[in-house]
């Protein structure tokens, strides 16, 4: 599969997912998406506390932190499995 092809689903599962609404999926899936999402389109994170650091934002983190070890590819990968797997039910 080419990068091209990747980019292009991973961009269709944002779409779907865009369209669903936080009362639809459970915090935990709507977490690992937030982290996935991010590890593919920012890359690792670069832990910085700020002022604003409040317990939203600790989950948030630390779903991110806990897939860090993902590439860009596999995290795109892991958010399009998500998705298909929730317009699946």
Do not use: C
Not at 37 to 64: E, I, P, V
Not at 75 to 83: F, H, R, S, T
């Amino acid at each position: 599969m080419t990068k091209k092809d990747l980019d292009t689903r991973f961009q269709e599962a944002v779409a779907i997912a865009s369209q669903m609404t936080q009362a639809s999926l459970p915090q935990d899936v709507q977490l690992r998406l937030y982290a996935f999402y991010k590890q593919a389109t920012y890359g690792t994170l670069n832990y910085n506390l700020s002022d604003n650091f409040d317990l939203r934002n600790a989950f948030k983190t630390n779903a991110w932190i806990q897939i860090s070890h993902l590439t860009i590819e596999e995290a795109k990968e892991q958010y399009i499995e998500i998705i298909n797997s929730l317009i699946q039910k």
